[in-house]
T-cell receptor, first 113, second 110 residues
């Protein structure tokens, strides 16, 4: 089966610009997650979709971040306007059921300059 | 207090030796425990999952869980150069979200 796909793999933007990250989960996986790793820190949870619904968005840092999953398939994560501290690697993951390990995408490395 | 702690620094082991990694967690309600392997610049890859106290073996990997002491460990037997990577401990509770440790870098020396 195809894995979790993320693009772009890298993005360099200027402070104040907008960036949209996309994630295509494994087909049939209702659960989709966004995580972020800031340099030197551990991977941190951002939010969790079950199909098209936001199950838990308690990890979203602030209202500059907007995630959507229209139709319960792929998801987008928009950062607007981007700040320097938003730089990091954004991972998407999916799984079919709770309490099971996820399959991660290869991540999007975001650099805000 | 961090949710998941991996305190050891980089671990260097000779090829063929056993690599031992430890992880502690703070939430007693945690239910699922995972070890991920991450090569530089790549995505985390699930290598072990464990849900009940005791040992679980899969090939050269053994995960050990002790819920009373709130720790989980990973043993890598017969370490190979291809095992050189960062190993991430991750834990989930009732909210189904993973809490990660910072990871331990393992270097297997040929």
């Amino acid at each position: 089966e195809a894995g979790v796909t993320q693009f772009p793999s890298h993005s360099v933007i200027e402070k104040g610009q907008t960036v949209t990250l996309r994630c295509d989960p494994i087909s049939g996986h209702d659960n989709l997650y966004w995580y972020r790793r800031v340099m030197g820190k551990e991977i941190k949870f951002l939010l969790h979709f079950v199909k098209e619904s936001k199950q838990d968005e308690s990890g979203m840092p602030n209202n500059r971040f907007l995630a959507e999953r229209t139709g319960g398939t792929y998801s987008t994560l928009k950062v607007q306007p981007a700040e320097l501290e938003d730089s990091g690697v954004y991972f998407c993951a999916s799984n079919a059921g709770t309490y099971r390990g996820y399959t991660f995408g290869s991540g999007t490395r975001l650099t805000v300059v | 207090q961090k949710e998941v702690e991996q305190n050891s620094g980089p671990l260097s082991v000779p090829e063929g030796a056993i690599a031992s990694l430890n992880c502690t967690y703070s939430d007693r309600g945690s239910q699922s425990f995972f070890w991920y392997r991450q090569y530089s610049g790549k995505s985390p890859e699930l290598i072990m999952s464990i849900y009940s106290n005791g040992d679980k073996e899969d090939g050269r990997f053994t995960a050990q869980l002790n819920k009373a002491s709130q720790y989980v460990s990973l043993l890598i037997r017969d370490s190979q150069p291809s095992d050189s990577a960062t190993y991430l401990c991750a834990v989930t509770g009732g909210n189904n979200r993973l809490a990660f440790g910072k990871g331990n870098q393992v270097v297997v020396i040929p």
